[in-house]
């Protein structure tokens, strides 16, 4: 049995997600809704779940995976300053 076998995240996962994502920025500015446009245009070419296009919003892939974190509030500041 493969262990971990949902965090493996190969090249065709990532170009997938961004065929997914090309189809929707292609049909967001009609006037449908999310749904519609899954239904319409994704699902006929990549069948996934509503809930599944609306991880691949969430997920950061290729060069903005990488980028370096953004600075904190409260950094630069030592908590042992008491």
Same mark, same amino acid.
């Given at each position: 049995?493969?262990?971990?076998? +949902?965090?493996? %995240?190969?090249?065709?996962?990532?170009?997938?997600?961004?065929?997914?994502?090309?189809?929707?920025?292609?049909?967001?500015?009609? +006037?449908?809704?999310?749904?519609?446009?899954? %239904?319409?245009?994704?699902?006929?070419?990549? #069948?996934?779940?509503?809930?599944?296009?609306?991880?691949?919003?969430?997920?950061?892939? +290729?060069?903005?995976?990488?980028? #370096?974190?953004? #600075? +904190?509030?409260?950094?630069?500041?030592?908590?042992?300053?008491?």
């Amino acid at each position: 049995m493969i262990k971990n076998r +949902g965090k493996i %995240r190969g090249t065709s996962y990532k170009h997938r997600m961004q065929r997914v994502l090309d189809i929707y920025n292609a049909h967001v500015n009609e +006037g449908l809704s999310t749904r519609e446009i899954l %239904r319409r245009y994704i699902q006929p070419e990549f #069948p996934i779940s509503e809930s599944t296009l609306y991880n691949y919003f969430g997920k950061e892939f +290729g060069d903005e995976a990488n980028r #370096p974190e953004e #600075p +904190g509030l409260f950094d630069g500041f030592d908590d042992d300053s008491r």
